[in-house]
């Protein structure tokens, strides 16, 4: 069989008709919302190992174990809050995600890659998303988000394609996804003045 032949068999997917996100967009959004749970966590980290260095009285051991524990809950909370509570009831936006003007938007149909902003019933999705994407920063480097991000004509990381999720470009007032990608002129004029 020819490549060709091959080539007709086997569907494209189709590309999405909006501006997306930008790895570097993404990048920077990534680093509010992961900053805030990995600083937690690691705080809860450094504290728990001052503590199990120092001899202290039994007492004040509890009770900075605690304080370590309880940290460490907090970073977990978190990521819950930041990267599945947040895009799920705040419209696909994370904090992060908002101060970039993105968002994330469920692909409605695979064939002909409509898209939708996520809505009551999408926690599915946004909890595969969440939980790949934790993995994809924590586990695996991140230049294979990068590569996936910067190779895929929709720019769907691996933790997109599970989800059946696409980040876009958004008007950051009517959280619209923009028709056309920013350039850095339009950047400057969504910024407010000081």
């Known amino acids: 069989m020819s490549e060709k032949t091959e080539k007709k068999d086997k569907p494209e997917k189709p590309d999405v008709k909006v501006a997306l996100a930008t790895f570097n967009e993404r990048f920077m959004a990534g680093l509010i919302d992961y900053g805030i749970v990995f600083g937690a966590i690691v705080f809860a980290t450094i504290l728990l190992t001052i503590i199990n260095m120092v001899n202290w009285h039994w007492i004040l051991d509890i009770i900075f174990w605690l304080v370590g524990l309880v940290l460490g809950l907090a970073g977990i909370a978190a990521f819950i809050f930041l990267q599945i509570y947040m895009p799920y009831k705040k419209d696909g936006q994370s904090f992060g995600k908002k101060k970039q003007n993105i968002k994330i938007m469920i692909i409605e149909d695979e064939e002909k890659w409509t898209l939708r902003d996520v809505q009551e019933g999408d926690l599915t999705p ?65 910024k407010p003045a000081k």
Do not use: H
């Open 126 to 190: 946004i909890i595969l998303r969440a939980i790949l994407g934790w993995f994809e920063v924590a586990i695996i480097p991140v230049v294979i988000a990068w590569y996936f991000i910067t190779n895929d004509n929709n720019r769907q990381r691996l933790a997109d394609q599970v989800g059946k999720t696409v980040v876009v470009q958004v008007d950051p007032e009517t959280l619209a996804p923009l028709n056309k990608p920013r350039t850095a002129e339009t950047k400057k004029e969504e």
